[in-house]
Structures are given as C-alpha cells and as structure tokens.
C-alpha cells in the first residue's frame, strides 16, 4: 500500500524557516519523481516544486524560487522542503505526491505573528 | 506559464445526473493533462492522467476527453460521494498549473 505521511508544519513567524518532510513507503520511492503542492486555506491547488529520482533536477513554482529548497534522501524514502523566510502568504497545507498520482493527507503550515 | 481555466466555476446537480465540466489551457498541452477530486477537508485524489486514462481505482462512470487546449471531465450517474471540487492541473509544461476548480454541489 502506497503511503505518504508529511510532517513538519506548524504555526510560525514571519522570516523564520521552516523543513517539511515526507516518508514515503510502498511504491519505489528511489526511482520516483516526487512533487509538493499546497493549498491556501479555502483556496485552490498550487503546484510547488518537483525533483527527480537522484535529486539532480528541480523544478520551482517562479514565486518560491529562492526560498524554497527540493531535496531528498532515497536511503530514508524521504521528501523534503526547505522553506525561508517564511511569509504570510506561505500559510497552507503542503501535499506531497508520488508522480501526482498518489498524494499524503498534508501538513499544515500557518506563518503569523 | 501556462493558464488554465475551468468551466463552470460549481453546478448544482441531483443524483443520477450527468455531469461535464470542461478545462482549457492558454496554450497546446497534448494530452497531459489530469483530473483531480477533493472531498471537504480531504487530500486531492487522482481520477484521469492523459486527458483520459482513468485511474485504477477509480469508476468507469468518470470519462475524460480533449486534446491540445480544450478538455472535459464526464461524470455520469452521478452518486453521492461524487459531490466534491474538481480541478485539472497540466504536467506539459513547468511550472505545471491547476485549474481554478469547479465545485459540484447538490
């Protein structure tokens, strides 16, 4: 059974950083191009960020560029997200999916003073 | 970036119905293109990849179609648990984009 369980969120303050982490298990996580996507309360679907299977090609929403940082550890069946600088507008739930086709339940992530 | 649009924005509809709803993107995209579905309060799931190849999981009352900017999502019979958000999102090009979503309510 495909799992993927995100963890990390949480209520913090503007300009502070943050790492989102996924543990992935029953599909071949080391071979498998893994994506995040959120969602701002009440709104839509935000596609994120990708990487491939060695983490040797990224792909960034242009508005997080800079701020955010894709990586992995296929040892651990893990995904993560960097996120600096934390602002207001980050506040959502991160998803984490395998190919887009299998998707966790999220982590929420609130940035406020 | 490519543009993706939605048609209705939400539809009321009754059980048993027949449901279409129709996503376009500003630019040729092929077929690749999904639909999603989210339930209140719930992760997205995966219903169609390829504009329309459904899902393992998913019924045989969810056909999708379209090729290059037009598309469209066919829920037939609709049941119950079919009330929910849809949104299609393309992986054509980077960065992907989703739909802004139709809600389909009772």
């Known amino acids: 059974e495909v799992q993927l369980v995100e963890s990390g969120g949480g209520l913090v303050q503007p300009g502070e950083s943050l790492r989102l982490s996924c543990a992935a298990s029953g599909f071949p996580f080391q071979y498998s191009w893994m994506d995040w996507v959120r969602q701002a309360p009440g709104k839509g679907l935000e596609w994120v960020a990708n990487?491939?299977?060695?983490?040797?090609?990224?792909y960034f929403l242009g508005s997080v560029k800079g701020r955010f940082t894709i990586s992995r550890d296929n040892a651990k069946n893990s995904l993560y997200l960097q996120i600096n600088n934390l602002r207001a507008e980050d506040t959502a739930i991160y998803y984490c999916a395998w190919a887009l086709n299998y998707w966790g339940q999220g982590t929420l992530l609130t940035v406020s003073a | 970036d490519i543009q993706m649009t939605q048609s209705p924005s939400s539809l009321s509809a009754s059980v048993g119905d027949t449901v279409t709803i129709t996503c376009r993107a500003s630019q040729g995209i092929r077929s690749d293109l999904c639909w999603y579905q989210q339930r209140a309060g719930k992760a997205p799931k995966a219903l169609i990849y390829?504009?329309?190849k459904l899902q393992s999981w998913v019924p045989s009352r969810f056909s999708g179609s379209g090729f290059g900017t037009e598309f469209t999502l066919t829920i037939s019979s609709l049941q119950p648990e079919d009330f929910a958000t849809y949104y299609c999102?393309?992986?054509?090009?980077?960065?992907?984009?989703f739909g802004p979503g139709t809600k389909v309510e009772i």
């Open positions: 999102l393309q992986y054509n090009y980077y960065p992907r984009t």
């Open positions: 990487i491939n299977q060695d983490g040797s090609e990224k």
């Open positions: 390829a504009a329309s």
